[in-house]
């Protein structure tokens, strides 16, 4: 079983850039197809982008395409997400997710296996 750690979450101006870290533990990281979800106050968690155990396939909503970047180390058991040019829509929790295979890429909650449990990125104009 993994288990995931979020973390480089904070306070930005609009226009600066953040990069979110997941670090999982556990020896079978690279087994998982991993994403990010983000969950702004009082609205329904939603997907952010997803990529698959080895990174050379990756999807993207279309809120963040071209803006956010995810990436993966598996030899440092972790994952990161690229923001730039941030919005205070982009204000949200954001959190770590496991898939259930290695190669399917995400989108859906129901898809996910685990769950970090969320760093804050709040952005300020």
């Known amino acids: 079983q993994v288990q995931l750690v979020e973390s480089g979450g904070g306070l930005v101006q609009a226009g600066g850039s953040l990069r979110l870290s997941c670090a999982a533990s556990?020896?079978?990281?690279?087994?998982?197809?991993m994403g990010w979800f983000r969950q702004a106050p009082g609205k329904e968690r939603t997907f952010v982008a997803s990529?698959?155990?080895?990174?050379?396939?990756?999807v993207y909503a279309d809120s963040v395409k071209g803006q956010f970047t995810i990436s993966r180390d598996n030899a440092k058991n972790t994952m990161y997400l690229q923001m730039n040019s941030l919005k205070s829509k982009d204000t949200a929790v954001y959190y770590c997710?496991?898939?259930?295979?290695?190669?399917?890429?995400?989108?859906?909650?129901?898809?996910?296996?685990?769950w970090g449990q969320g760093t804050q990125v709040t952005v300020y104009s």
């Open positions: 997710a496991a898939g259930r295979t290695a190669w399917r890429l995400f989108r859906s909650l129901d898809e996910v296996d685990i």
């Open positions: 556990g020896r079978t990281f690279s087994s998982y197809a």
């Open positions: 990529i698959t155990w080895n990174g050379d396939g990756a």
